[in-house]
């Protein structure tokens, strides 16, 4: 198995033994689609504040934190793009998301290693900024897994009626009417 093949592994595997049975306990009118977009606004938001309280707190202006600036903007563009092709995914059809998104869920686990990483050494109140960052990246991964995650099927109504199943000329004990 070739390395590009055990990571492909590794990420179907986060997928279908992960998120897949999480996404299938949800709530009944709470999709894993509707959750994972919300994740990611969230990391946005999130992202958004950690962005915004070095330029509160310190004085920092926006050509210090340009590339922060342009990189939620990046973001933003991004979770406005999996806004519009929510309707793609179809209960009972397979999810084409999870194809599609199968780089960025991998390059979204690499950025939140490195994140994790860069985060251990920073000092003071850097570090708060920096977990701030972190948290963003993890929930942003996790919206992405969730929607990657196959819809649940559409309920099937079943028949309270009782009674024969066969009508007409059968009667009771499968007798034919005469």
């Not at 033994?17 to 999709?31: C, E, I, K, M, S």
Request: aromatic letters at 8%.
């Amino acid at each position: 198995m070739t390395l590009p093949e055990r990571i492909a592994h590794v990420d179907d595997w986060l997928l279908d033994r992960l998120f897949q049975p999480v996404a299938d306990r949800l709530p009944g009118r709470l999709t894993a689609l509707q959750l994972g977009l919300s994740c990611q606004l969230g990391a946005l938001m999130l992202d958004g504040l950690s962005l915004v309280l070095p330029m509160l707190l310190f004085g920092a202006s926006l050509s210090n934190m340009i590339d922060s600036a342009l990189i939620w903007c990046i973001s933003l563009a991004f979770f406005l793009g999996m806004k519009r092709s929510a309707p793609m995914v179809r209960p009972g059809m397979l999810n084409p998301l999870r194809p599609l998104l199968r780089a960025m869920r991998l390059l979204s686990l690499a950025f939140l290693a490195y994140q994790l990483f860069r985060g251990l050494g920073a000092p003071g109140f850097i570090w708060l900024l920096t977990q701030m960052t972190t948290i963003s990246q993890l929930l942003f991964t996790v919206g992405l897994y969730l929607v990657a995650c196959q819809p649940r099927p559409p309920y099937q109504r079943m028949s309270t009626r009782s009674g024969p199943i066969i009508e007409g000329a059968w009667g009771a004990g499968g007798r034919i009417n005469s």
